[in-house]
């Protein structure tokens, strides 16, 4: 049975959506079946994995605000292993549709029930926010990976969703776990960098990832030719630090 790992964290810009593209076609890169489903409404995965939004028959949206069946809204992309539920920006009317519909948390995982065995992985990026897209995906999901940036308040927002993740737990999902932190962006040569690590460590220092994503501008560039960065510049640091990150994932999960 497929592992579905969701990419949350409230803030937006802390890396989710380069991390579940790159962590997830790394893994189809080595071998893994993986589904990749972008679940925020700006939709940047879906184009980072070279898929043109116009003219999409179906999306995440249709499947849990509609019932459309979620094997029709799958699309292969041209990267090994690699498939792809895109999104819209209709997505951003679901919140408030899900919040009027009763037991609507259990959408994502009902759908997800249907196809976990043809996979190994399902990658979902979740939007910035702890909403009921999110809710969704996290009772749905076996375990969630929260990137984040050092920056001062890192620490805050980590307990917020820590707690979150708990309410979930005990609320609509029992095996959610915490697969792993990862730390994206990474500049060693900050101060502050250092800093937060210093305190990540003291406190969640059995979740973080044994490896950091630096800062790459190949990194930032690759979206904008639809790779992820293991085709994109495979030789790169980057890509390197992505895949020992799949590697990881798929040794904690
Ligand atoms: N390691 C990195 N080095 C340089 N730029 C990065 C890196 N990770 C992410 N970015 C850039 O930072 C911005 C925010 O990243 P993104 O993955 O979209 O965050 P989120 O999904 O959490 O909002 C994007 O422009 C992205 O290209
Ligand atoms: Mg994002």
Do not use: W
Not at 48 to 62: E, Q, S
């Amino acid at each position: 049975m497929g592992k579905i790992i969701s990419f949350a964290n409230q803030k937006g810009g802390v890396g989710k959506t380069t991390s579940a593209i790159n962590v997830a076609a790394s893994l189809g890169y080595i071998g893994k079946k993986t589904l990749l489903i972008d679940l925020d409404p700006q939709g940047n995965s879906t184009s980072g994995v070279g898929i043109t939004k116009k003219g999409l028959k179906k999306t995440i949206y249709d499947v849990l605000t509609d019932g459309t069946d979620i094997h029709e809204a799958i699309i292969a992309t041209k990267f090994d292993n690699l498939s792809v539920i895109p999104s819209t920006i209709a997505l951003a009317g679901a919140e408030l549709e899900l919040i009027e519909i009763e037991n609507s948390e259990y959408r994502m995982r009902d759908a997800l029930n249907l196809i976990r065995d043809d996979f190994d992985y399902i990658i979902i990026d979740c939007p910035p926010s702890l909403g009921m897209l999110t809710v969704n995906a996290l009772s749905g999901s076996d375990g969630v990976v929260i990137p984040m940036q050092c920056e001062f308040y890192a620490l805050e927002g980590l307990s917020q969703l820590m707690n979150t993740v708990s309410r979930i737990r005990s609320h609509y999902n029992e095996k959610l776990s915490v697969t792993g932190i990862l730390i994206t962006m990474y500049n060693a040569r900050l101060l502050l960098s250092l800093q937060v690590i210093n305190e990540m460590e003291k406190h969640y220092s059995d979740k973080l990832f044994s490896t950091m994503i630096t800062r790459s501008v190949r990194l930032s560039e690759a979206p904008g030719f639809g790779r992820p960065i293991c085709y994109h510049d495979p030789k790169g640091k980057a890509a390197q630090e992505y895949m020992a990150i799949a590697k990881e994932l798929a040794e904690r999960i």
